[in-house]
């Protein structure tokens, strides 16, 4: 979808997706932290569930944990935290000569995470017995794990990311799901509840690397690839506007919100992995609070509400 600016009557409308973006560039700075280190310099969440950006010198190379990273021409990295990750990670870097220019242990900040109850939802969404859907949910299971393992040099997140819809918060990432009263794995994502059709847009350029109608617990389901690993995931939707291999740019429409899968209602639950590693997508755009103030159509609504 082309973005541009209309001119109308000597006024300039700007997309809403630009409007975010300003919006998260002006907000930032508040949450994100850097770190100058020798031959490199680091930008972004270092606490649980949060992801940093990199720099360092073309031609190096980076080990974080050991592991190496992908390092792009410009010197540009990823790093990122898993929900229960350690709290010390090591970093390495290496001349293009292997001589080490960096070798250190730093630290990320715990976090404590909430407990959301959900009831009333079908038992065999919850423990599904049938092997019929075991094999499903094996097999859907690793179509999602396959399609994050996209791993090249795009950068598509270097851009501010933007929500990809607006609504209440309804869920939030790393909490301990109980559903129907039986402890279930944490929640990966942020929930927005939104109503079903709504358009949900690319929060970051990228490739779509899974566009599935319909699968067991996630509903429809699409996974766009933002480069070097990192992905995006958007559940329950109730209609997919691209397909596999597609390439979207930022704003761009690519679905719509449902209530397909396991769910009890119509929301858009986004979720973010660096490989195998969850992402608290919330880190990297602007509280949601802000976001819809700064919305002329969620203020007229929630004006007329409040008379």
């Not at 329950?236 to 506007?241: D, E, I, P, V």
């Amino acid at each position: 979808m082309a973005r541009q600016y209309k001119f109308r009557r000597n006024r300039l409308f700007i997309p809403l997706w630009f409007l975010w973006s300003v919006l998260l560039f002006l907000s930032s700075s508040l949450y994100a932290e850097i770190l100058s280190l020798p031959h490199a310099k680091l930008d972004g969440h270092f606490i649980q569930g949060g992801l940093v950006i990199g720099k360092t010198s073309p031609g190096n190379q980076v080990f974080f944990n050991n592991k190496a990273v992908r390092v792009s021409p410009e010197g540009i990295f990823l790093i990122g935290f898993h929900r229960d990750e350690p709290l010390q990670f090591s970093l390495k870097i290496t001349s293009p000569e292997h001589t080490e220019r960096l070798d250190t242990s730093l630290n990320i900040k715990k976090r404590q995470y909430k407990i959301q109850r959900i009831n009333g939802l079908p038992p065999s969404k919850v423990s599904p017995v049938n092997p019929e859907l075991r094999a499903r949910i094996k097999k859907e299971q690793q179509l999602a794990r396959q399609a994050r393992t996209r791993d090249d040099e795009r950068s598509d997140f270097m851009a501010p990311f933007i929500w990809p819809t607006i609504g209440p918060i309804s869920g939030v990432y790393g909490s301990q799901r109980i559903l129907n009263g039986k402890p279930k794995w944490p929640h990966y994502g942020v929930d927005i509840a939104a109503p079903t059709g709504t358009e949900v847009r690319a929060p970051a350029g990228g490739v779509v690397t899974l566009a599935h109608p319909d699968m067991f617990y996630s509903g429809g389901t699409l996974i766009v690839d933002h480069g070097h690993g990192l992905s995006s995931a958007f559940l329950h939707l109730s209609k997919l506007r691209v397909k596999t291999g597609d390439k979207v740019k930022q704003g761009d429409v690519i679905a719509e919100v449902g209530a397909t899968g396991r769910a009890t209602g119509a929301h858009l639950d986004w979720r973010m992995n660096l490989f195998n590693r969850r992402i608290d997508p919330q880190l990297l755009v602007p509280p949601m609070a802000e976001v819809l103030a700064s919305t002329p159509e969620h203020s007229r609504t929630q004006n007329t509400q409040d008379k």
